[in-house]
């Protein structure tokens, strides 16, 4: 976990105030030649299969390496939308 997660875990913080902010940073598709890394893990996944469908959609032709990892075998989600992606794919499409 993060410092977060170490912070949330790490005491009791019943009645605790949070304040939320959105994300820092960018994220979205750059127009490219080159080969996509993407890397996800648990729900991070939503956000790129969300891209990778809009890709396979508009019919853009790229390669694709997707590194998708959890705790254990069994957290692992949608691979049979993963799989569904893979065989549409206009390139290569490697889930790692």
């Known amino acids: 976990g993060g410092i977060f997660s170490g912070w949330l875990f790490g005491g009791d913080r019943t009645r605790a105030t949070l304040t939320l902010r959105a994300p ?8 490219s030649n080159a080969t996509m ?3 996800a893990g648990g ?3 939503a956000p ?3 891209v990778l469908q809009s890709m396979t959609q508009a019919q853009r032709e790229r390669d694709v390496l997707l ?3 959890a705790r254990q075998q069994r957290d692992l ?5 993963i799989e569904a992606l ?3 794919w206009g390139g290569r499409f490697e889930l790692i």
């Open 24 to 31: 820092y940073g960018q994220f979205g598709l750059h127009e």
């Open 37 to 39: 890394v993407c890397v």
């Open 43 to 45: 729900t991070g996944l």
């Open 48 to 50: 790129i299969k969300c």
């Open 67 to 69: 590194f998708f990892g």
């Open 77 to 81: 989600y949608c691979l049979d939308e």
């Open 86 to 88: 893979q065989l549409d």
